[in-house]
């Protein structure tokens, strides 16, 4: 399994100091989140999202870290997860969530550690298939995930029954 780790490297991406946002992070430091780096690049201190709250939100709706909360939930684990598919958040949203306020420590590193588990548990399942294009000629390759005897994914034996035990927001 992935570590349990997020630590920040300041000034990865430059050595002169950026923008600090108001949550004390700059588009300066790289975030590694079970060993996957992430970057905030807005100057907002967000990785995922363009605004904290809802009422903040401009012409385009959905872009908050608000809005995206009131579509996950904490699972009987304790991990964070979709309501729309039940599956983990990637990272960059997960650090929103943590930043905001929404989840703890404990639930982003688990929630990530997971997620980057079943990542790797579905590369190691796919085939990869070349065929050819019969209209181009271009070859083009099909990744295609192991399903088990009843046809369900053969990586996803931790998704859950995704009835909202907790919601985020």
């Not at 990744?143 to 998704?159: M, Q, S």
């Amino acid at each position: 399994m992935k570590k349990e780790t997020y630590k920040i490297i300041k000034n990865f991406y430059s050595n002169e100091e950026g923008k600090i946002a108001a949550n004390g992070i700059s588009s300066n430091d790289c975030h590694l989140l079970c060993d996957r780096s992430y970057r905030s690049l807005r100057g907002n201190g967000l990785f995922a999202n363009s605004y904290l709250k809802q009422s903040e939100e401009k012409a385009w709706g959905n872009d908050s870290v608000e809005s995206s909360a009131k579509g996950a939930f904490l699972d009987y684990q304790d991990i964070v997860r979709w309501k729309s598919n039940g599956r983990i958040p990637f990272g960059d949203m997960l650090l929103d969530f943590f930043y905001a306020g929404y989840i703890t420590k404990k639930q982003l590193l688990e929630s990530a550690a997971i997620h980057e588990r079943d990542n790797d548990d579905f590369w190691s399942t796919v085939e990869v298939k070349k065929s050819i294009c019969p209209e181009t000629g271009e070859e083009l390759f099909n990744f295609v995930p192991k399903r088990d005897e009843d046809g369900f994914l053969v990586h996803a034996e931790n998704c859950v029954d995704y009835n909202g035990f907790g919601d985020l927001a």
